[in-house]
């Protein structure tokens, strides 16, 4: 979705402004040519060669063009509101914002704004008490009346060392928030009550041992991620994995196959969709022993491990459900469609995500992935290398469907 995309980054000066060197690389890695206009204030914090050299691009700052530079430069800011794409201001203070909704042009940056003919998103950024104050509440609702999107703010650890909302999100939930811009994507499970799960399970074999398997987790937190972009209330159950909660998630933690079935069964009931991105493990050892298993006890130089099958998670759902739409995935190295097909049937799924970890760009761990969706009425539908963000959209807009289907 931003591969050649022409991204406008605008940077104002919140401490924050330090996040947005990093934002430039991730927009730069996803294929993006980015453009940073930065107030004249935010090079306070940051200087201009910092974005230059990570965008490999001039920073614009003043209106104006220096004495020794053609004097018609100077409408640089209408030309470049024609070149965006999308537009995104990361950090915004809420004088930004302010004068946005004013409709000022008093530098570069405000005066881009009130040209620009793109998308425009705005993250706001600033101490609790800037934030919560009316003045900017009132701003900020004007923003979003005007069809300008507005990534929320998260709450912590503020600069200042207040706690409170305030604080920029991590620069892979902004490109995120623009990758759905772009895509079009809209509020369109507001409310809709949809589990998640996500990562390995990890199977106790003594105190320091486990069985697990190289799931990373960032399909599942990629679709719990989008899902509470689009208005969802989102439940992500995940197995041990290092990801950060995507912002407005509910998360439950969870380390082997038993604990993620229970947590599901509790959860079940009280859901709309399931989504099963779990690569849940399908042996567990049959007991677990008390102390480390010492290697000069194990006899002959062979080791064996005695292990039940866990439970089928999905499976047992598909027999339990009522009103719930289930999706599941398949991760298939051979004869991959039947054996998916199998598993839609078996499971008495809604959707099957197919993914083949021997595919360049697909499976556990690589940030994009290749998949086949495959629906209850037989149709498969490829789809090519996407970053899991864009998959997940992909995927959530068959949940709309199937949604507006069941009602
Ligand atoms: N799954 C589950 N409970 C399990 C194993 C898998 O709910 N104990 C879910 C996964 O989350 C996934 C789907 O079932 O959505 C398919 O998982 P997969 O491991 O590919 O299928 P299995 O039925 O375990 O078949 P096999 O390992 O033999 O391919």
Known sequence: MLEGKHIILGVTAGIAAYKSTLLVREFVRAGAHVQVVMTPAAAQFVTPLTFATLSRREVILDMFPPPDQPATQWTKHIELALWGDAMVIAPATANTIAKIVCGMADNFLTSL?????????????????????????????????????????????????????????EPPAIVDAVRDVLAGVRSDLQDRRILVTAGPTHEPIDPVRFIGNRSSGKMGFALAAAA??????????????????????????????????????????????????????????????????????????????????????????????????????????SDELAHARQKLTGKRLDLIVMNNPKVPGAGFGSDTNVVTLLSADGAAVEIPRKAKADVANDILDRVVRLLGASV
């Not at 197995?239 to 069964?265: F, K």
């Not at 039940?308 to 339990?320: C, F, H, Q, Y």
């Open 113 to 169: 704004v009130l040209a620009l003919r793109c998308p425009l998103l705005v993250a706001p950024s600033m101490d609790v008490d800037m934030y919560r104050n009316d003045v900017t509440q009132q701003n900020i609702a004007r923003l979003r009346e005007r069809g300008i999107t507005v990534i929320e703010p998260e709450a912590g650890e503020l600069a200042s060392g207040l706690v409170g909302p305030g604080r920029l999100p």
């Open 228 to 333: 509470a972009r689009r208005g969802a209330t989102v439940t992500l159950i995940a197995g041990p994995v290092v990801l950060p909660t995507p912002p407005r998630v509910r998360r439950i933690d969870v380390v082997t196959a038993r604990e993620m079935h229970d947590a599901v069964l509790r959860e079940f009931d009280g859901t709309e969709v399931l989504i099963m991105a779990a690569a849940v493990a399908d042996f567990a050892p049959s007991s677990v022993a008390a102390e480390k298993i010492k290697r000069e006890k194990v006899a002959g130089g062979i080791w064996t491990i005695d292990c039940v099958t866990n439970p089928d998670i999905l499976r047992s759902l598909g027999e339990r459900k009522t009103h719930q739409i289930m999706i599941g995935f398949a991760l298939e190295t």
